[in-house]
Each structure stands twice: as C-alpha cells, then as structure tokens.
C-alpha cells in the first residue's frame, strides 16, 4: 500500500465509533507510528504496547507462551490487550478491539526458521486471525517492517469494523495469508465480558450434584476418556466436563480456542465453559458435585503456597468446599514404576474425608497434554 491509501485507512480507523488496544513483538510497530501520524488518534488509540524481549512479552502475558512466535501466541496477545481495554474503558466493552501481532523477520544474523508473522483481532464477538510466511531474501528488513504494519492494520480495521484492504498488500507469489476466526455464541460473550459464569450447548438449569471433570483438555488424550469412564462406572452417572476459559496463571481462553476444544467433545459428551478458575469457585457453579481430578490436583488445592503460606486461609477455603457440598473423586498416579494414591500424600483430614481413591487397579495411564504438547511443538520445529 502506498502512503496515501495507509492514511485513509488509518482515518477510517480513527472514525470507526471504536476503541483500540495494540500490543506487538517481534515486527509491525510501524503501525503505531502509521496511526498517531494521522489527526484523531487519541479518538481511537487506547494504548499500544511493545514487549520485545522474551521477558518482556512473558511478564505482559502473565506466563510464558509454549512458542513466541506462533498463530496461537498472536491470540493469547490479542486476548491480554483486550482485557486491558476493558481494563481502561470498562463501560465500552462492546467497543473495545485488541490487535497482537507476534513476528519473525530478518535480523542482522542468519535465521533457520521462516521469516513469518502472526496478527490476531478480539472483540466481544470473535476472535481472528491472519498468519503469513514471507519469502526469505524478497525483501530488506525495512521492507518486510513495513508489510507486517500493514496487515497490523488490516487487523485493526477488521477489529473496529471497517473494510480492511487485505487485497492492496503486496505479496509475491508464494506468498499467501492464512485466516482464521470464530463469531461467538452470545452465552460465550456473555462469558467473556463476565455477566454469566457458565455456557454450555445444552440445558444448562440442572447444575446440583453433578459428576464433574475440570481441565484443560489441551489436548484432550486418552487418560481423560479413560478417567471419565471410570468415573462413570464408579459414580453410576456421566461425566459432565468443565473448561474454566479464566485461569489463575495462564491466560485467558479466546473463541478460535474454546471452539477447538470443545471440537474434540462428541454430541453425547457434555462440555460446560465456566469462568470458575479455582475449586471454591467450581464448588458455587456446580453445588454438590463430585469432582474428577487426579493426584497433582487434590495435592494443589492442600498447598500452602496457593494461599501465601497461610494455613489458616487454606483450612477455610476447604470448609468453603465441603459446605458447598463438594467432593473429590481422586485418580493415583505412577511415579518411577510404583503407584501413588491418597496414602502416599500429606492432605489435611478435612481435604482427606471429602475424598473417594480411584483403586489402582481401575486406572493407571501417565501421559500428559504438556506431554503431547511439546511433542508436537517438536513435531512441528522438524517440519
């Protein structure tokens, strides 16, 4: 794009009705500059932020994401700067828009991997993304800057609603950019902005004495099917699984990912999407439920740490529990061949008495979604 056709988009921007958060790592800051020399960026320009090292972007996330530069870490930016906004605007938060761009361009030493960015958009509706290899040795650094500003910008415009001139950047002819994005359901925006605790696809008014399976599921593997099909067998009722999209240290979950692992859910398996990040909070959402977690768990919600070394606050946290009604059924682990279970643990006796131990014989299975995450990841470097 030229310098005139940058200006009117920038103007359009400015003129959309909208707010707007921008953090950037890597490439693309020509953006901010491109904004704020057009007249009318205190309208829409919230903030814009550039976590450059490592550190930097780590500490800003408020955790280190599994790859620094990746379509998924693009998300995880544009989801922090969105909550940011709401942070700074609080009574706009249908207005809001957060861009993140992550990018991997020509330094001043050579780079084995691909010269790449990642641009992500939220809103209270959706959530995007444009991803784009660019060609190694088509373009000086400056070049490449200036195209990653670009689509920072097509984002942006995307994200404050107005046409983003996607067609006008001008790539060579390998070159393609790949977009994503997933338009929520208005129970999840609700969720998002937080003026509901649950979503689910199904009926959502029996939520009391439910056998409930809290986790990630990222991915989900086959220690998950295996436990809810204990759980099954033990209690005499299905499994209803939980994914708290708001975490006590990792991020928020954004729309592209909740529609990602509730895909790996059948028809006949219910998913509940909560924003209960710990088990007191689960505890309240779903009254009288027993609780499906393994050993690292149960020995987490006992751990001082969790509650600034105060044991008196972990002690009232757990009768918040059992007056909740809450119960653990508890899976062991293995650990160098012998297996674990609630004897080998240090749990307060009140914990203790709110737990059922899954027999060893029932279930042993010692993978993790850490674990396959970092095969793929490794998978994915090879590649």
């Known amino acids: 794009m030229d310098a005139a056709a940058l200006d009117r988009l920038a103007d359009s921007i400015h003129h959309a009705g909208r707010q707007l958060t921008l953090v950037i790592t890597g490439g693309g800051t020509e953006s901010i500059g491109w904004l704020l020399r057009v007249p009318g960026g205190s309208r829409s320009l919230l903030e ?25 870490t693009s998300r995880v ?37 691909a010269h790449r960015a990642h641009v992500a958009w939220q809103t209270a509706g959706l959530t995007a993304s444009a991803s784009l290899e660019l060609v190694k040795g088509a373009r000086t650094r400056k070049e490449e800057e200036r195209l990653v500003a670009e689509l920072v910008l097509c984002a942006a415009a995307e994200g404050v609603g107005v046409p983003a001139p996607w067609d006008s950047l001008e790539l060579v002819e390998q070159e393609r950019i790949e977009r994503r994005a997933c338009r929520a359901p208005e129970e999840w925006q609700a969720l998002l902005l937080g003026t509901r605790q649950t979503a689910r696809e199904h009926d959502e008014r029996h939520r009391s004495g439910l056998v409930v399976f809290p986790g990630a599921f990222h991915p989900r593997h086959t220690g998950h099917r295996q436990m809810a099909e204990v759980a099954e067998r033990l209690t005499g009722q299905g499994a209803q699984h939980e994914i708290s999209i ?94 674990q279970g609630l004897a080998d643990m240090s749990l ?11 027999p060893a014989e029932m279930f042993r299975q010692d993978i993790s979604s850490t674990e396959l995450r970092r095969r793929s990841a490794d998978e994915s470097d090879r590649n």
């Open 246 to 339: 708001a975490n006590v240290d990792k991020p928020t979950l954004d729309y592209l990912e909740m529609e990602a692992r509730q895909a790996q859910f059948g028809g006949d398996e219910p998913v509940w999407f909560t924003r209960a990040p710990r088990f007191i909070d689960k505890a309240k959402v779903f009254p009288g439920a027993t609780f499906v977690v393994g050993a690292d768990t149960i020995e987490r919600i006992a751990a001082l740490r969790y509650y600034d070394g105060d044991a008196a606050a972990r002690d009232a946290a757990i009768g918040e529990l059992a007056a909740a009604g809450a119960r653990f059924l508890v899976f062991g682990r293995t650990v160098e061949g012998r297996f």
């Open 348 to 358: 307060p006796p009140a914990l203790l008495s709110l737990c059922q131990e899954v």
């Open 77 to 113: 930016m544009a989801m922090a700067a969105f909550e940011r906004a709401r942070r700074l605007a609080p009574e706009s938060a249908t207005l809001l828009a957060a861009v993140g761009c992550t990018a991997s361009l020509m330094s001043d030493r050579p780079k084995r991997g």
């Open 48 to 72: 814009a932020v550039v976590p450059y090292s490592s550190a930097a972007l780590t500490n800003y996330l408020g955790a280190q994401p599994e790859q620094y530069c990746s379509e998924a």
